[in-house]
């Protein structure tokens, strides 16, 4: 069975072209690597209606649906707010989160401003992933057939919570529809190097050699044709033909 996952971020500074979103590839990524298919990426702003509009797509498409960002404590963070609403959830406040943050503003030798309280506030039912690099925590929420993630946009923050937390118990959660394995692929690159095709059993395949090392007609004699070669082997093949 395929899991299908959907990641969603949240944030008007990411419409606005103000900061590039690199959560969703970094996810999208390490979920591959589980064998986890992402089937959609979606952006919305720090709108309520909106927010919703996509969550509900999202759970009724996908068995996986990450949300990045909206964890702070300004009063455009609205990640949390917005997911009680959707499932029809009390917000309710843990007092060990709010013991957590106390502790990290005075381990700080700052005051804790009163808004930052509300990073203390989930749906209720919701399993908590611990951040011990900032002071939002993600949750973990089961809504019908599909589970419901969040994690900061901040990316050092996001990332040491999936590495370190989220992907223990995704592997656990879809163990057993994760045993028919995993997509690896590989990108490599090279530098001057062209892109050709060469007609070969009415397919066209293309090939990429070294720009300075043929001329056209020495090309069509010498190409090296590589059909169906696994990754390293293509690759040998090529690093191989560029030094001949």
Known sequence: MTIKAEIIAIGTELLIGHVINTNAAYLSEELNTLGISTYFHSTVGDNPSRIKEILDLAVKRSDLVICTGGLG????????????????????????????????????????????????????????????????????????????????GVPSEMRGMFQNHAKSFLREEFRQDLKAGVILSRKIKFFNIDLCWKPKFFMYHPFLFSSGLYNTSQFAANVLLVSSVPLNGYTQCLMSYGNT
């Open 73 to 152: 404590p300004t009063s455009d963070d609205i990640t949390h707010e917005v997911i009680a609403e959707f499932c029809k959830l009390k917000l309710i406040e843990i007092p060990e989160l709010k013991s957590a943050l106390i502790d990290k503003f005075k381990k700080a030798k700052r005051d804790m401003p009163a808004i930052n309280l509300k990073q203390a506030l989930v749906p209720e039912g919701s399993r908590l992933i611990p951040n011990p690099r900032g002071t939002a925590t993600g949750i973990i929420l089961q809504h019908h057939n599909s589970t419901i993630m969040t994690f900061p």
